[in-house]
């Protein structure tokens, strides 16, 4: 029962350009959504995140849009740079619950 | 500031064994989460320990067994080894034990069963 899909197993986007990461879920009890980046030999390291009460949070380069009646969450990297290449996991809690529910993640290649 | 550590970095045993992971919070933190990952997949959650109390447990059998210590680190148990825990575990850290709690994760122990 995979709660949490990241349906774009990898993605590639220029340099400079804008990189859309897409997660969907199932569970409507998700209150709170986060996004991790991962390096390799690394763990994965928090990105940013949203709570259900908002549909927007930004953060540098990073915006995390939430559609709660689509249960869907986008996570846009502009400019994209060759440091962004790594894997992204989309994250899911339940406010009052202890576990994160992770998406299958997504590989992110940015080109020169 | 020191982030989580885990130990070992790589562990290679053979199956029927018994493995014990080891990790330290970043420093203030209480709660710790123990996950698997194998490869192709997200996390996936085993264990929260908060004040030293299990306060979750995901969907894995009882060979699979933590601890948390007065100073907050943790260990993670794993007996009768089988081919198919051979897999990314994870330890994260975080302030409280619920909610917005930010989960800081550490390096992980690479886990190989043959």
């Known amino acids: 029962d995979q709660q949490v899909k990241q349906n774009s197993p990898s993605l590639s986007v220029q340099e400079g350009r804008i990189s859309i990461l897409n997660c969907d879920y199932t569970n409507s009890m998700f209150d709170y959504f986060l996004w991790y980046k991962k390096y390799p030999a690394e763990g994965p390291t928090f990105l940013i995140s949203i709570s259900s009460i908002k549909d927007k949070n930004e953060d540098g380069r990073f915006t995390v849009f939430l559609n709660k009646s689509a249960k869907h969450l986008s996570l846009h990297i502009v400019p994209s740079q060759p440091g962004d290449s790594a894997v992204y996991f989309c994250?899911?809690?339940?406010?009052?619950?202890?576990?994160?529910?992770f998406g299958q993640g997504t590989r992110l290649t940015i080109n020169p | 500031d020191a982030g989580v550590t885990q130990s070992p970095t790589h562990l290679i045993k053979t199956r029927g064994q018994h493995v014990t992971l080891r990790c330290s919070p970043i420093?203030?933190?209480?709660?710790v989460s123990w996950y698997q990952q194998v490869l192709g997949q997200g996390p996936q959650f085993i264990f929260q320990?908060?004040?030293?109390?299990?306060?979750g447990r995901g969907n894995f059998p009882d060979r699979f067994s933590a601890r948390q210590f007065p100073n907050y680190s943790s260990e993670l148990n794993v007996n009768a080894l089988l081919l198919g825990d051979s897999a990314l575990y994870l330890c994260a850290s975080s302030p409280g034990s619920r909610g917005k709690n930010i989960q800081y994760f550490g390096a992980g122990t690479r886990l190989s069963v043959l």
């Open positions: 994250a899911a809690i339940i406010q009052g619950a202890q576990k994160l529910v």
């Open positions: 320990y908060y004040e030293k109390e299990e306060r």
């Open positions: 420093s203030g933190h209480k709660s």
